[in-house]
Antibody
Framework: QVQLQQSGPGLVKPSQTLLLTCAISGDSVSSNNATWIWIRQSPSRGLEWLGRTYYRSEWYNDYAVSVKGRITINPDTSKNQFSLQLNSVTPEDTAVYYC???????????????WGQGTLVTVSS | QSVLTQPPSVSGAPGQRVTMSCTGSSSNIGAGFDVHWFQQLPGTAPKLLIYGNSNRPSGVPDRFSGSKSGTSASLAITGLQAEDEADYYCQSFDISLSGYVFGTGTQVTVL
C-alpha cells in the first residue's frame, strides 16, 4: 500500500520561501512508472497543478506556467521523498498543498492514484 | 483559474440518478486527452473515482460511471446514497498550458 506523508510549516511570511516535503512509502521516488506531483487548492484558484518530478534514466521536472520561475521540485533518493520549494510567496499562495503520485498504464493512460493528506499553508506576516 | 467548467451544484433524493458535466475546449478534452474524476469529502484529499474517461479503480462502486464526448465529459451517480454527498472534480491535460487542469467542482447534495 502506497502512502504519502507530507510535512512542513503551516505559516510562511510574505516574500519568504515555502518548503514542503512528501515522504513516500510503498513505492520509490525513482520509479520508472510514476511521476510525483504537487497540487494546491484554494477558494479563489480551485485545484491547481503546480509541477512534477520523475525519473526516466535521468531526472526531469515540469512546472505550471502560473508558478514557473518561483518553483522547484526536488527528489531525494536517500530519503525516498520529494519536496516543493516556492519562492517569494504572497498571500495569493495561501492554500492547501497536496503531493500525489501519478502512474501509467497501456500506452498513454495515467491516473492520480495516491494523495498526501494535505497541508494548509497560510502566507501572512 | 480553473480551465474546465462544472455546474456548481447538483442534488437528488436517495436512490435517484444525478449527472454532472465537465466542459473543456479544443486544447484539453477536445484534443483527445482523457478525463478523470475525483471525489472530495470535507477536510480530506481528493480521491480518484474514475480514470481514463470511464474506468473505476478497485473499490469504487459501479454506481459511479463516466463518459466523454467532444469537448465535454460527464459523471453519473445512480442509486444516490447519503455517503455520496461530496465535491466532485474533473481533471484532464491541456496542451496550451502544457499541464494538468482541473474543473471548477460540483457539490452534490443528497436531499
Amino acid at each position: 500500500q502506497v502512502q504519502l506523508q507530507q510535512s512542513g510549516p503551516g505559516l510562511v511570511k510574505p516574500s519568504q520561501t515555502l518548503l514542503l516535503t512528501c515522504a513516500i512509502s510503498g513505492d520509490s521516488v525513482s520509479s520508472n512508472n510514476a511521476t510525483w506531483i504537487w497540487i494546491r487548492q484554494s477558494p479563489s484558484r480551485g485545484l491547481e497543478w503546480l509541477g512534477r518530478t520523475y525519473y526516466r534514466s535521468e531526472w526531469y521536472n515540469d512546472y505550471a506556467v502560473s508558478v514557473k520561475g518561483r518553483i522547484t521540485i526536488n527528489p531525494d533518493t536517500s530519503k525516498n521523498q520529494f519536496s516543493l520549494q516556492l519562492n517569494s510567496v504572497t498571500p495569493e499562495d495561501t492554500a492547501v498543498y497536496y503531493c500525489a503520485r501519478v502512474t501509467y498504464y497501456d500506452s498513454s493512460g495515467y491516473r492520480f492514484d495516491y494523495w498526501g493528506q494535505g497541508t494548509l499553508v497560510t502566507v501572512s506576516s | 483559474q480553473s480551465v474546465l467548467t462544472q455546474p456548481p451544484s447538483v442534488s437528488g433524493a436517495p436512490g435517484q440518478r444525478v449527472t454532472m458535466s465537465c466542459t473543456g475546449s479544443s486544447s484539453n478534452i477536445g484534443a483527445g486527452f482523457d478525463v478523470h474524476w475525483f471525489q472530495q469529502l470535507p477536510g480530506t484529499a481528493p480521491k480518484l473515482l474514475i480514470y481514463g474517461n470511464s474506468n473505476r479503480p478497485s473499490g469504487v462502486p459501479d454506481r459511479f460511471s463516466g463518459s466523454k464526448s467532444g469537448t465535454s465529459a460527464s459523471l453519473a451517480i445512480t442509486g444516490l446514497q447519503a455517503e455520496d454527498e461530496a465535491d466532485y472534480y474533473c481533471q484532464s491535460f491541456d496542451i496550451s498550458l502544457s499541464g494538468y487542469v482541473f474543473g471548477t467542482g460540483t457539490q452534490v447534495t443528497v436531499l
